[in-house]
């Protein structure tokens, strides 16, 4: 059994900062890529960001220079700092880990993020 918890979402003006995580726990036995994914209301979910075990990491474009991903292994835990936010950041942020056994795909529950003055 895998579980993925995320946490750190609320309300923020805009111009303001969140720092959200994950962690994955259970029966795991390598954690290749984690990533953040975003779904607005209305919207298609789209990757905001990734990184790989090695550390290589991916932005959309909408989010390069605000946003930071970070990977700590020992911990099984990757982290969003979030800056500048804009309303257009608003969505549920949906932590994602693809890992062994299987090379699967596993996903958290979804934290708000909300963006408003």
């Known amino acids: 059994q895998v579980r993925i918890a995320e946490s750190g979402g609320g309300l923020v003006q805009p111009g303001g900062s969140l720092r959200l995580s994950c962690a994955a726990s259970?029966?795991?036995?390598?954690?290749?890529?984690m990533g953040w994914y975003r779904q607005a209301p209305g919207k298609q979910r789209e990757l905001v960001a990734a990184?790989?075990?090695?550390?290589?990491?991916n932005y959309a474009d909408s989010v390069k220079g605000r946003f930071t991903i970070s990977r700590d292994n020992a911990k099984n835990t990757v982290y969003l700092q979030m800056n500048s936010l804009k309303p257009e950041d608003t969505a549920v942020y949906y932590c994602?880990?693809?890992?062994?056994?299987?090379?699967?795909?596993?996903w958290g529950q979804g934290t708000q993020v909300t963006v408003s003055s």
């Open positions: 994602n880990a693809n890992l062994d056994p299987g090379h699967v795909d596993y």
């Open positions: 259970g029966s795991i036995f390598t954690i290749y890529t």
């Open positions: 990184i790989t075990s090695g550390g290589s990491t």
